[in-house]
């Protein structure tokens, strides 16, 4: 499949001259780390959303980082797609589509352990999931060879675990130490209240359904890599994939959310006052959700990329490494003992230990 010379060469020669001066090993690992940066910023806008419950917040990111910036990117590049994305046989989106309800359904469990667990717990716990699932499904189910360097790559992810189990504990010490104010959320949920062991399955299962991100951009390596041939910038050139991804995560976000808020009677909340506020706010978490997708696209495409394994689990190494950074700047931990702090500290620390061995993987 190729794209048609057309009178947009000028949109094409632009994006070339970008994907020419992106071809850097270490460009590619700084997109992945600024990726899970972003990704990790994105959970923060919720906790100043007021009048709003859980299933607003979720539907309104839903709507502005799944639909909106995604088709909005999409429109303006689209002749540079649209000879290529209208040849892709329609199988292909439909699996891609699957995996992005996959992921949906990891976003819903997700959005929900904010709330029952906590933002540290969710980062350390969720995605320490996700990101041995990421790296290891795709060898599994043979979309990806084995990394050539296999001890690095088994020390990454054993550190990568051990990280975040570090983390967890440090969270779970905060939450017994925290105030009653501490502990209060302005976000009220669509589900009862849920034991301990509830609350940890549903985000260890948020953890492996969440992987459904890294599976799709495997499984549709070769839909990227033809537009790559074809002269499109690795910075958008995973849209061949994303969109259909997106658009399955939207079925099941704003599916979901709808149905919580008709069942709470509350749907008017959407323009009650400080509506203004709260869509503010769930552009900036679709800026920040939708930037991420961008910038780990950038960094699993651009030449001299590490394999998308190892890719996946970078980025989720640094995503639950800035999200627990992010807690701690904005004050979590400000009740904590010193004891839980050196917890915190090592577990940041095994992150970082685990994000150099697989950078040599």
Known sequence: MRIRASS?????????????????????????????????????PMKHFR?????????????????????????????????YMTAVPAARYLTLVMMGIMWGLGGVGY????????????????FSVTAVCGALLPMWMGLRARPAQLTSFSLGLGLCVAGTIVL????????????????AHVLAMPVPGLSYAASL???????????????????????????????????V?????????????????????????????????????????????????GILGFGAVLLYGLGASVRGHPPKNLAWAIYMTSFILSGNSIGLVTGEWANSSRRTHIELFSGIGLLLAAIGFLARA
């Not at 967890?168 to 502990?183: I, L, N, P, V």
Request: hydrophobic share 55%; with cysteine.
């Open 201 to 235: 399955l549903i985000a260890l299962l948020a953890g492996v359904f969440s992987a459904g991100m890294g599976l799709a951009l495997a499984q549709g390596e070769d839909l990227v890599n033809g537009l790559l041939k074809n002269g499109v910038s690795p910075v």
């Open 168 to 183: 967890a504990r440090a969270a779970a010490r905060r939450e017994q130490e925290a105030t009653a104010t501490a502990r």
């Open 111 to 126: 959005g929900m352990s904010l709330v029952l667990l906590g933002l540290s717990f969710t980062y350390s716990v969720v």
């Open 51 to 83: 009048g709003w419950r859980w299933e607003h917040v979720w539907m309104g990111q839903a709507l502005t980082s799944n639909v909106v910036f995604p088709l909005l990117t999409l429109g303006v590049l689209w002749p540079l797609f649209r000879d």
């Open 8 to 44: 947009k060469l000028s949109i094409r020669r632009a994006s070339a001259v970008l994907a020419n001066n992106v071809d850097s090993s270490v460009f590619s690992l700084v997109a992945l780390v600024l990726a899970g940066f972003a990704g990790a910023s994105f959970a923060w």
């Open 237 to 285: 050139a995973p849209l061949v994939v994303w969109i259909p991804v997106y658009l399955g995560s939207a079925l099941v976000g704003l599916g979901y959310g709808l149905y919580c808020a008709v069942r709470s009677r509350s749907l008017e909340n959407f323009l009650r006052p400080h509506a203004a506020r709260n869509w503010t706010l769930v552009n900036l978490m």
